[in-house]
């Protein structure tokens, strides 16, 4: 196969559009921008200091920070030598990153600042193929023989010829390892990914085929590049379609840099689509006569309109004067509050996407389409497309990709964008990719037009003591869709009968309990309760059979969080740490029963 890895199109770039935009990031207030002959530069500096400092073909090299031009210019770096990079979440404890550094046999680390280099110097006694510690620029001056900063790192380089630099990088191979993703993994240690340049390569291509674009195109950078799909968007997709990176601030500054950026691309967690929801959706409820008006108005045409838009369609007569009218009114004011004014594409991926937010959004002239996939495919299996979005599914095969359903139901993936394995771990890898498939570990149902939808995790179907197979993923979904009800674990496995943990939406909570006089605290307010109750009676058991109804729920005071490892870095549940951590709370729901037979 022909040799075009990420480092070739980098290199192309820098030949063929030498002045044009590669990346920005914010000095004090200003935004500072490099050339794509700039870029190509830097990683070469960087790639020189690292075989100054020993890193041969094979070797991995770790980054824990947030995103910087750094942090994707050594792992750009490590690549270009024959290495590989694996990013570790800036949220991981010292015992996470301890055990990521060992399991990796890194020789050097790149770190943000002293906030992170604590937690490795606190485990550096266990760590010992750790030679270098690296400091991002921002970073402070560490007194330790052991820490280089930036300047320093590069400056290692000077002895290196460039010549040995090209040499390294004529030795590249398409089916060669060019970057480990260590999943956050819901269950036990985590895995790690290996992904080849061809890996990473082909999924870009096909990215930027499926999503037009161009290098006009400008996408922010904020989500953790630990993870595959932000990886796959600063890096390689980047590099692909010569687009431009703005690097966020911090997770902090994203809504003022969105303003600021206004990026034609945006990809985002549920979680991130959620906030946008809570922050519109609570405007337009407090907004009274002619403004709500107006909005329930527009909303109805953005809903029409956005149907078509999914479809190709566009709309015409009637209806194209009043969506023009809407875009003027109403459209464009939020999405310029937002700094989506020039916004073009909305993705969603990572999980699953509530409904009542997407259908929000299309009232609002903004159709967000969902992509499925894991690490294992370099994030997507399947996707949907601009112009072909069907709300509720994650769209059609990756292109070059193959999905099908294993008898039980199992969606199984083969294609170039599917991993080599797992780092270390061949029986785990004999596991989860047989024949080329990958075994995802996910249900999914195909409708009658190859749109598929996920149904539940295989490994996750719950089974009641009276032998009943529950998938919990469509109660939960059911339950979220309530207006009070926040997030929804279930309980049923091994159980008489189903439960469930929920919290509360606060901002409809509050609402409620301003009109209600309920004071807090509001999970455990009779009257709070009682309405919830109420929704689950009437939204949530009617649409399943009585075996999967919700008898018992129990409120919680807060929501799931990181800090107590109930979900991952990439807001996955951690089903089993939520039930040791509310075991008390699940006890209590079944010590009496609810008094039905079964």
């Not at 199992?410 to 599917?418: A, D, S």
């Not at 771990?425 to 996920?454: C, P, R």
């Not at 939204?539 to 991952?568: G, S």
Request: aromatic residues 8%; hydrophobic residues 40%.
């Amino acid at each position: 196969m022909a040799t075009e890895t990420t480092l070739h199109r980098l290199r192309k770039n820098a030949q063929t559009r030498p002045t044009g935009l590669a990346y920005a990031e914010k000095l004090g207030e200003h935004w500072v921008t490099t050339t794509w002959e700039t870029y190509w530069r830097q990683v070469r500096m960087a790639g020189r200091a690292l075989v100054a400092l020993g890193i041969e073909p094979g070797d991995i090299v770790t980054v824990l920070g947030f995103n910087t031009p750094e942090w994707i210019i050594m792992d750009l770096a490590a690549m270009l030598v024959g290495g590989a990079a694996t990013g570790i979440y800036t949220t991981n404890s010292p015992a996470e990153v301890a055990y990521i550094q060992a399991h990796s046999e890194a020789k050097i680390i790149l770190l943000e600042d002293e906030g992170q280099w604590a937690k490795v110097k606190q485990v550096r006694e266990d760590l010992p193929t750790l030679h270098h510690v690296v400091m991002m620029k921002k970073a402070p001056a560490i007194d330790d023989p052991m820490v280089l900063s930036w300047e320093a790192f590069l400056a290692k380089g000077e002895g290196v010829t460039e010549a040995s630099i090209d040499a390294r990088m004529e030795q590249l191979r398409m089916d060669q390892l060019a970057t480990l993703i260590y999943t956050s993994g819901t269950t036990g240690p985590p895995k790690a990914v290996m992904l080849s340049h061809n890996n990473l390569a082909e999924t870009a291509t096909n990215a930027a085929v499926i999503l037009s674009t161009t290098p006009d195109d400008i996408l922010l950078s904020y989500l953790p590049l630990s993870h595959i799909a932000e990886q796959m968007l600063s890096i390689h997709l980047a590099i692909c379609a010569s687009c431009a990176i703005y690097f966020a601030e911090s997770m902090t500054k994203v809504a003022d840099n969105l303003k600021e950026v206004r990026p034609t691309i945006l990809f985002g967690v549920p979680r991130v689509w959620d906030r946008f929801y809570e922050g519109v959706s609570a405007r337009m409820k407090a907004a009274t006569g002619i403004r709500a008006t107006l909005g329930q108005w527009a909303q109805g045409v953005g809903k029409q309109v956005t149907a078509l838009k999914n479809r190709s369609q566009k709309p015409t007569g009637l209806l194209a004067l009043q969506y023009r009218l809407a875009q003027r009114l109403v459209f464009s004011k939020v999405k310029e509050a937002l700094g989506l004014s020039r916004t073009r594409i909305f993705v969603s991926a990572a999980a699953p996407l509530n409904p009542e937010v997407m259908y929000f959004f299309a009232g609002l002239d903004i159709s967000i389409m969902e992509l499925y996939g894991q690490s294992e495919d370099c994030g997507p299996t399947t996707t949907n497309r601009p112009g072909d979005i069907r709300f509720g599914t994650v769209g059609k095969p990756w292109p070059g990709s193959e999905v099908k359903l294993a008898e039980d139901g199992e969606i199984l993936v083969k294609g170039p964008n599917v991993f080599m394995g797992y780092y270390k771990n061949e029986e785990a890898t004999n596991k989860e990719l047989v024949d080329g498939w990958l075994h995802s570990g996910d249900l999914g149902q195909f409708d009658a037009e190859g749109y598929l939808t996920i149904v539940g995790r295989k490994k996750e179907i719950m089974i009641t003591s009276g032998g009943k197979n529950i998938a919990p993923k469509n109660i939960e979904a059911a339950l979220v869709n309530c207006d009070l009800i926040a997030e929804a674990v279930l309980v049923a496995d091994r159980r008489k009968f189903v439960s469930a943990l929920l919290t509360l939406r606060q901002d409809a909570v509050q609402k409620f309990a301003e009109e209600h006089g309920c004071p807090e605290p509001w999970h455990t307010n009779p009257a709070i309760v009682a309405a919830v109750q109420k929704e689950v009676d009437e939204k949530v058991n009617p649409l399943f059979a009585r075996v999967e109804q919700v008898r018992k729920f129990t409120i919680l005071p807060r929501n799931f969080a990181l800090e107590h490892d109930e979900i991952t870095p990439t807001q996955k549940l951690k089903r089993q740490v939520v039930y040791k951590n509310w075991s008390a709370e699940i006890e209590k729901m079944y010590r009496e029963g609810d008094g039905r037979q079964e």
